[in-house]
């Protein structure tokens, strides 16, 4: 979408136009739910990270300056939303409970040879910092300036990150012997 259609939508919004809100909803979606899933490694834990980046755009509009990409706005809400909902989740979980027990589970048994399954773990396996700009890049096909503006870090961050994290997961999947 273009910077000033979507800029109309968010100026419509702000006066309360329904539809307005609806479509702008409607565009991101799914690209915000992506980015979530594949930083969360869970379809529930995705949904509900992105109904409350919704809940929070839409609570915060008024703060939201023109002058940048709606899109790098809401894909920096929906990063750190993901990202704390992440460690929410790890506070919650009991210090026994180890998924990897030795026994897989019929789940994974049926998607053991999977290449997509792997890549998703070890995308799970990375710092957060890390699996951030993986997600942008990769799975949300941002440039390597709209990764760091809605990070907001330099644009050499942003490729040293990605180059650490790219080193990383190859050699996880290679220990694998899915590489």
Not at 43 to 71: C, G, I, N, W
Not at 151 to 178: C, F, N
């Amino acid at each position: 979408m273009d910077n000033s259609r979507e800029q109309a939508l968010v100026e419509q919004c702000r006066r309360g136009d329904r539809r307005a809100l609806e479509e702008l909803l409607g565009m991101y979606e799914k690209p915000l739910f992506n980015a979530a899933y594949r930083i969360l490694g869970n379809p529930d834990d995705a949904a509900d990270a992105t109904q409350a980046v919704f809940m929070k755009a839409f609570e915060h509009l008024d703060s939201y300056d023109p002058s940048y990409r709606f899109f790098s706005w809401i894909y920096r809400i929906a990063i750190n939303e993901s990202i704390n909902q992440r460690k929410r989740i790890r506070q919650q979980q009991p210090l026994d409970d180890n998924e990897e027990s030795g026994t897989p589970g019929p789940y994974a048994s049926a998607e053991a040879g999977d290449l997509s399954r792997e890549i998703q773990e070890s995308l799970m396996t990375l710092k957060d910092e890390y699996r951030t700009v993986v997600v942008l890049r990769h799975f949300s096909e941002c440039s390597y300036q709209e990764i760091s503006e809605i990070l907001e870090i330099p644009e050499k961050t942003v490729k040293s990150r990605l180059y650490t994290a790219r080193q990383l997961m190859r050699d996880r999947l290679l220990a694998h012997g899915a590489y």
